[in-house]
């Protein structure tokens, strides 16, 4: 019975390569997502901010809007010098302070971070007609000690961060929300809620479309890898009835 150890060692073999292979296909993946470190930028990139919990309660008493996310700011302003920077800076959650208001039809939710003199406010819309929410207005102030003169932005024809009413929003990837020329925002895993919040609680999150491009490259990918295993197993399989045979006729 020479060839049964043989058969299952070129097997293994062939599964390990295939393994191989996934995992390389998984590492240009990542490769294409990552962004590239920037090379121009006079500040070093802050890496990923912490994930901060932020609430508002309504007038009743009971939680009104609930928010866990990251955040990141991305600042091109005029410093003293007189020249142009771009400055990343994460929110750290223990230094900032969430305040706002929950109306019916649109939820204001700004986030102040005294220690480093930054406001960020997002303004949450509920469109009736379409039962949708989403983020209709960001708008940020910063003095910073290097800045030339305060930073104030704000754009209110925004359309971001959108989900079903009655569902929570959920982003686990990072996404980049463009505001204005200067300023962009970027989020890392986001769950949040502007309206119809039950018992303190995140109702069934929506996934956002990166979210879902993510599930579905690893259901295909895991999917692939499934059926080259069952066609190199039934390969291996008929490879060995078929060495037997060749032995009874011998
Ligand atoms: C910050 O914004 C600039 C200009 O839009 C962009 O080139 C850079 O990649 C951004 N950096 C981060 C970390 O988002
Ligand atoms: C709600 O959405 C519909 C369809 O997109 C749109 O026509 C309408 O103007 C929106 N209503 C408000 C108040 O924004
Ligand atoms: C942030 O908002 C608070 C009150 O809402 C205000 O006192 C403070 O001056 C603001 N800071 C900046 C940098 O705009
Ligand atoms: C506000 O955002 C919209 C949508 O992203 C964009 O088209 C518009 O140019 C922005 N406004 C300003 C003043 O940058």
């Not at 390389?24 to 090379?39: E, F, K």
Request: proline content about 4%.
């Amino acid at each position: 019975m020479k060839t049964t150890g043989a058969v299952p060692i070129r097997f293994l073999t062939f599964t390990l390569h295939l393994i191989l292979l996934v995992e390389a296909a998984l590492a240009v993946r990542q490769s294409l997502t990552t962004v590239a470190p920037p090379t121009t930028e006079p500040h070093k990139n802050p890496g990923k901010p912490e994930r901060g919990q932020y609430q508002l309660t309504g007038t009743n008493g009971s939680v009104c809007l609930m928010a866990c996310m990251g955040l990141q700011l991305n600042i091109s302003f005029t410093a003293s010098s007189n020249k142009t920077v771009q400055n990343v800076v994460n929110l750290e959650p223990n230094d900032t302070k969430a305040s706002g208001s929950c109306l019916k039809n649109n939820a204001t939710l700004q986030l102040s971070a005294d220690a480093i003199k930054t406001n960020l406010t997002f303004v949450f819309t509920l469109n009736e007609t379409t039962s949708k929410y989403f983020v209709s207005e960001i708008s940020l102030s910063a003095a910073w000690p290097d800045m030339k003169e305060p930073f104030s932005a704000r754009n209110s024809s925004l359309h971001y961060l959108g989900a079903t009413l009655g569902y929570s929003y959920m982003c686990r990837e990072e996404q980049t929300l463009p505001v204005v020329k200067d300023l962009s925002i970027n989020t890392f895993q986001v769950q949040l809620q502007p309206f119809n919040l039950t018992r303190n609680q995140f109702a069934t999150a929506q996934q956002c479309q990166l979210d879902q491009d993510d599930m579905l490259i690893a259901i295909v990918v895991g999917s692939a890898l499934a059926g080259l295993v069952l066609i190199v197993l039934v390969a291996y399989l008929i490879g060995r009835r078929r060495s037997h045979a060749g032995y009874q006729t011998i």
